[in-house]
């Protein structure tokens, strides 16, 4: 069985549009986040007992398909954002510096890359669940004080073919990600 959930969102067009029009034109409130600047602390120490859990597990899956090893590459903690609202930031993980010497699709394939978002919960187990998205790309953008995650996903989650990209916009709502087409809960 497969530890990734697919979720197939339904966007309007109006939607879309609205979102990527206030983007481009700067429209007060709504801002791209990229650097973590405005959400939350910066919590570095927290989050490496998740992201060391997180590390050992896919060098666990590496190392069962043919003893593989994990090769980690710079660069995948790209933003962070606070998208449960308590003040911790919440590291947005993309898994494409992550490979295996035995697989040639580790963490990815023609449907995208798995996007992992940690998002903080002191009752969780090192201190943050975790959500797994397949995506092509990512951007976090805020809507007043809300943190939404806009994914470019693989044609299929909209009934069109592969290639042609469509977009889930994602907000936290009681514990996961909702979206128009369904919600996202934590990786168990």
């Given at each position: 069985?497969?530890?990734f959930?697919?979720?197939?969102?339904v966007l309007?067009a109006?939607?879309?549009g609205?979102?990527?029009?206030?983007?481009?034109?700067g429209?007060?409130?709504?801002?791209?986040?990229?650097?973590?600047?405005?959400?939350?602390?910066?919590?570095?120490?927290?989050?490496?007992?998740?992201?060391?859990?997180y590390?050992?597990?896919?060098?666990?899956?590496?190392?069962?398909?043919?003893k593989?090893?994990?090769?980690?590459?710079?660069?995948?903690?790209?933003?962070?954002?606070?998208?449960n609202g308590?003040?911790?930031?919440?590291?947005?993980?993309d898994?494409g510096?992550y490979s295996?010497?035995?697989?040639?699709?580790?963490?990815?394939g023609?449907?995208?890359?798995v996007?992992?978002?940690?998002?903080?919960d002191?009752t969780a187990?090192?201190?943050?669940?975790?959500?797994?998205f397949?995506g092509?790309?990512?951007?976090?953008?805020?809507?007043?004080d809300?943190?939404?995650?806009?994914?470019?996903q693989?044609?299929s989650g909209?009934?069109?073919?592969?290639?042609?990209?469509c977009?889930?916009?994602?907000?936290?709502?009681?514990?996961?990600?909702i979206?128009?087409?369904g919600?996202?809960t934590?990786?168990r």
């Amino acid at each position: 069985m497969s530890r990734f959930q697919i979720v197939k969102p339904v966007l309007s067009a109006s939607l879309i549009g609205g979102i990527a029009s206030a983007l481009v034109m700067g429209s007060a409130g709504l801002s791209q986040e990229g650097t973590g600047q405005g959400y939350g602390a910066n919590r570095s120490a927290a989050f490496a007992p998740a992201l060391a859990a997180y590390e050992a597990e896919l060098a666990q899956d590496c190392a069962a398909f043919e003893k593989g090893e994990l090769h980690i590459a710079p660069g995948g903690l790209q933003s962070v954002a606070d998208f449960n609202g308590d003040g911790i930031t919440d590291p947005v993980l993309d898994t494409g510096v992550y490979s295996c010497s035995s697989m040639a699709s580790f963490n990815r394939g023609t449907g995208g890359r798995v996007i992992t978002v940690f998002v903080s919960d002191q009752t969780a187990e090192q201190g943050y669940q975790r959500f797994e998205f397949l995506g092509e790309g990512k951007v976090i953008v805020s809507l007043g004080d809300r943190a939404i995650l806009l994914l470019a996903q693989h044609g299929s989650g909209c009934g069109r073919s592969g290639a042609e990209i469509c977009f889930g916009a994602y907000s936290w709502s009681e514990g996961a990600f909702i979206s128009l087409g369904g919600e996202v809960t934590p990786v168990r």
